[in-house]
């Protein structure tokens, strides 16, 4: 996520086990079972355990079937599958499914001669004969995601090198390695985390389906309205950081080869960017965006391409000295350690680091759609392979191109690196790429995050209608516009990109990449560390668990139980918060010298590069 990267939500638009997905007259007991949540009952963290439990099983069996029926692995099918969409698990799915339909609850097959209906039925089918189980093997049927195409998305959603050199050329060599590789291995352990909450709380009963949901299941409502409420606030500051960048690219475009043309007025850029995303906001569904967002990480590829073949005619001084004011004249220079006074156009010494490091923050956001990812899989057991792979591919980019656009630029190494290209049709080239992908990923970030403030405000606060209906749908065609001016404003208002990033980096990205999840992991394994195996049993019929203790007591025994352990998680939250407090203060300190020396301007017809 270090520069803006294209994002995927779900693969095919969302939790196919959530209820509004289901058959239209079939009331299913996942569907009961939070209605009457919503009603009262308090659902309890063991409650969630015991059924997930159920589930992980059910998906481990299910997948041992679907490998016997792919059979071994070749080269053959390997390359096959890749374009296959999935046929083969939902073939496999679909088989238990008439086999399920067509057996009746004692296991004796239905006659199929009959003229007459079934007029009795097992005690847990619901309407139409449909049991829970059937419903759950249908369900699966639509969860086709493999490990490699997990890669492949989480892959799409965080790579974002263009803010790489510039986060090298603030930090120096030594340092910058050093960051980038603590924020790889920690970011895939937050992931790690997320991984283990979903396989201990999901369940076809109670399904996880969002980052909020963790926080409901173990600290309460409060924690998830937080956690809402932030992500819609991160995801608004994105959208105003992509108007903010891609402004950037259309006056760059706009000038021409002549250095001395000052090009569309830059608020108007802006307004530009702002009013596509006006008409492509007007999509309310992610799913007829989901074919085009593939083309984005393509894009990417061939953005970062064109950024290395254009270093051999050196940066763009003009935009390093209208962004930072760094003078040109001075020969290219590449430090170890920490550049001096002077050496870095994101501040001095101690500052100039912390803006550094917010951007390689930044750079592995994307924690935020793994429980959407993990949804969709066929066997979510297996999320980690993909994690892995993408992190360490990742990684590899991250450090390979900000190494080299560096090593050739160094101190007027720009933010981002496609606008740091000093040849006119290059540049152009980049820009033009850009701006496509670009308005892809705004656009994906304005819908979830309008989502979030539609329901958790308008919905829920304000009884506004729900957006399947006709009043839902008007409200969002008329609220669409309103979340894109608010985004406008907050770009035109603060027109530095590097340090606007920053704090965004710090602030949001930080908390829900690493300070969230060291959160959850405190409180969830201690909860569950905390539970008396043998003793203490959770009954489905009474839907009660009985604790032989609460309080303080099964606090320190579920702490104890992996002190090492836990330990480092309550260290990790507090270094996490530590650093977003001095990222904090790095970016708002920046920002203040921007604007005190003139460097940014708010609403101005003057381009900040």
């Known amino acids: 996520m270090a520069g803006f990267p294209p994002s995927h939500l779900a693969l095919e638009g969302g939790d196919p086990r959530k209820p509004s997905l289901q058959t239209e007259h079939v009331v299913t007991e996942d569907a009961a079972a939070c209605r009457e949540s919503d009603k009262g009952r308090v659902v309890s963290f063991e409650e969630y355990m015991y059924y997930a439990e159920i589930t992980r099983a059910e998906e481990k069996e299910a997948n041992a079937r679907f490998i016997a029926a792919r059979g071994p692995r070749t080269w053959k099918n390997v390359i096959k599958g890749r374009f296959s969409k999935g046929r083969l698990a939902r073939d496999t799915a679909a088989t238990e499914v008439v086999g399920a339909i067509t057996t009746t609850p004692d296991g004796t097959e239905k006659s199929h001669s009959s003229d007459k209906p079934e007029t009795t039925q097992s005690a847990d089918a619901g309407r139409y004969g449909v049991t829970q189980e059937q419903q759950h093997t249908a369900g699966r049927a639509l969860r086709t995601a493999s490990w490699g195409t997990i890669f492949y998305l989480i892959t799409t959603d965080i790579l974002g090198p263009m803010g790489a050199p510039w986060s090298f050329a603030q930090l120096g060599y030594g340092p910058g390695i050093a960051l980038y590789t603590v924020f790889s291995i920690m970011s895939y352990y937050s992931g790690w985390i997320l991984w283990k909450l979903f396989c201990g709380l999901d369940s076809n009963t109670f399904p996880v389906r969002g980052y909020g949901d963790f926080f409901f299941r173990l600290f309460g409502p409060w924690a998830r309205h937080l956690v809402n409420v932030a992500q819609a606030v991160q995801l608004l500051l994105q959208v105003s950081v992509l108007i903010l960048s891609n402004g950037q690219s259309i006056s760059q475009v706009s000038r021409g080869s002549s250095a001395d043309s000052a090009g569309i007025c830059f608020v108007a850029c802006m307004i530009i960017f702002t009013a596509a995303g006006f008409v492509l906001g007007q999509i309310r569904t992610l799913q007829r965006l989901g074919w085009i967002t593939n083309l984005s990480v393509w894009l990417t590829v061939a953005v970062i391409l064109l950024c290395m073949a254009s270093v051999v005619y050196g940066p763009n001084y003009a935009a390093i000295e209208a962004s930072f004011g760094l003078k040109p ?232 139980k992996k002190p090492f352990f836990n330990a480092f998680n309550v260290f990790y939250f507090l270094g996490a918060l530590v650093t977003c407090a001095l990222g904090c203060y790095s970016s708002i300190d920046s920002l203040r010298q921007a604007f005190q020396s003139e460097i940014a301007t708010s609403l101005s017809c003057t381009p900040p590069l």
Not at 376 to 389: A, C, T, Y
Not at 453 to 480: P, R
Not at 486 to 494: M, N, R
């Open 329 to 560: 004249g001075m020969p290219i220079q590449k430090f170890g350690g920490t550049p001096p006074p002077g050496m870095a156009s994101g501040g001095v010494g101690f500052v100039a680091s912390l803006n550094g490091l917010n951007v390689a923050v930044y750079a592995y956001g994307g924690a935020l759609l793994f429980t959407a990812l993990m949804a969709e899989m066929r066997h979510p057991m297996d999320f980690w392979k993909g994690l892995l792979i993408a992190e360490i591919f990742i990684y590899s980019i991250y450090i390979f191109f900000g190494i080299f656009m560096y090593s050739y630029q160094g101190q007027y190494s720009y933010n981002p690196s496609v606008q740091g290209i000093a040849v006119y049709s290059m540049q152009t080239a980049g820009n033009i790429l850009s701006l496509v992908s670009n308005l892809i990923a705004a656009v994906l970030y304005s819908n979830i995050g309008l989502k979030v403030v539609y329901v958790e405000v308008f919905h829920e606060l304000l009884g506004f209608s729900d957006l399947t209906t006709k009043k839902g749908k008007i409200w969002w065609a008329a609220l669409v516009p309103v979340y894109w001016v608010v985004a406008f404003v907050v770009a035109a208002a603060v027109p530095q990109f590097s340090y606007i990033v920053g704090l965004i980096g710090a602030l949001f990205v930080l908390s829900f990449t690493y300070t969230f999840p060291a959160w959850l992991a405190i409180g969830y394994w201690i909860k569950k560390d905390a539970m008396v195996e043998g003793v203490e049993r959770f009954d489905p019929v009474t839907k009660s668990y009985n604790y032989v203790d609460q309080g303080w007591k099964r606090w320190r025994r579920g702490f104890m």
